[in-house]
């Protein structure tokens, strides 16, 4: 049976918008950008991707380091609304939507209303930013299992043992993580991942102002938010010993540019 919205309301395309570079956005998002109508985005997403909507409304609902300026509730019913009034709504997300993103809350809330949606994955930030620094994330004969975590909750979640997941794999990346440095390094440390194993810091992966900070395990705690203006992650795991050797000769973590991190 076709529920009486799905005849009448446009789609709603959750997209993934890559970590911030243009040319990363893949074809089929780019052209739902420039067919949207109406287009609401997180705050991470750069102008120069938005401009690419040239016809459409947009909307910013973005929700930045823990400062939730719009509410979920309230994106989800704004999403069902737009689908009643256009027949190509983007939802445009960082990255890939489906990860650290909360799609799932709206895709049940379009599932609720009726409304049809498709999601088109993106690049999310730890393949950007393990290309930037050069290095794989999984290595044969040594990293087979990857993971991604984030050790943020919400505010109406419990208490998260991330740590657990995260240790049991050979490598990672830890999103929305930078704030939490030292509590991040004591719970990696606590089950049992080596002092000197290596964490590369990359900031605004992608972009033209990208940096990567090396440092270890141990010397984590020592980094601060306040040391980072952009969008953050951690990349952990002994395929990046090279790259961070080449850059400690000081006992302080380094500051790098990317093409002088390839080179390394
Ligand atoms: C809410 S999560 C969204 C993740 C996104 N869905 C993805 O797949 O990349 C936002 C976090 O992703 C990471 N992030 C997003 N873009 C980044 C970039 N260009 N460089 C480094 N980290 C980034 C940061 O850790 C940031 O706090």
Redesign the pocket.
């Known amino acids: 049976m076709i529920d009486r919205h799905e005849s009448i309301c446009g789609t709603v395309y959750l997209v993934?918008a890559?970590?911030?570079?243009v040319d990363l956005l893949t074809v089929r998002a780019l052209k739902l950008l420039e067919a949207a109508e109406i287009v609401f985005h997180?705050a991470?997403v750069p102008r120069e991707i938005l401009t690419l909507s040239s016809r459409a409304e947009l909307v910013s609902v973005g929700?930045?380091?823990g400062r939730h300026t719009t509410a979920q509730r309230f994106i989800n019913k704004r999403l069902v609304d737009a689908a009643c009034r256009h027949r190509v709504v983007v939802r445009l997300?960082?990255?890939?939507?489906?990860?650290?993103?909360?799609?799932q809350e709206e895709i049940a809330a379009l599932e609720a209303a009726g409304i049809r949606y498709e999601v088109v994955p993106?690049?999310?930030?730890?393949?950007?930013?393990a290309a930037s620094i050069g290095t794989s994330l999984s290595q044969r004969g040594g990293v087979r299992s990857v993971a991604l975590a984030?050790p943020?909750v919400g505010s109406d979640e419990n208490a998260s043992d991330w740590a657990r997941g995260f240790a049991a794999a050979d490598a990672g990346?830890?999103?929305?993580?930078?704030g939490e440095a030292p509590a991040i390094a004591a719970a990696l440390l606590a089950k049992g991942k080596p002092p000197a194993l290596p964490v590369a810091v990359?900031?605004?992966?992608?972009?033209p102002h990208?940096r990567i900070v090396y440092t270890s395990l141990a010397r984590l705690a020592s980094i601060t938010a306040s040391d980072f203006s952009?969008?953050?992650?951690?990349l952990i795991g002994p395929q990046f010993t090279k790259r961070a050797a080449a850059q400690q000769s000081s006992d302080a973590a380094s500051v790098v540019d990317a093409k002088t991190a390839r080179r390394a």
């Open positions: 993934g890559g970590p911030g570079a997180d991470l929700k930045r380091c997300k960082g990255g890939d939507p489906l990860l650290f993103g909360r799609a993106g690049v999310t930030a730890a393949f950007a930013a984030t943020r990346a830890i999103y929305m993580g930078i990359v900031e605004n992966a992608s972009l990208e952009g969008p953050t992650l951690l």
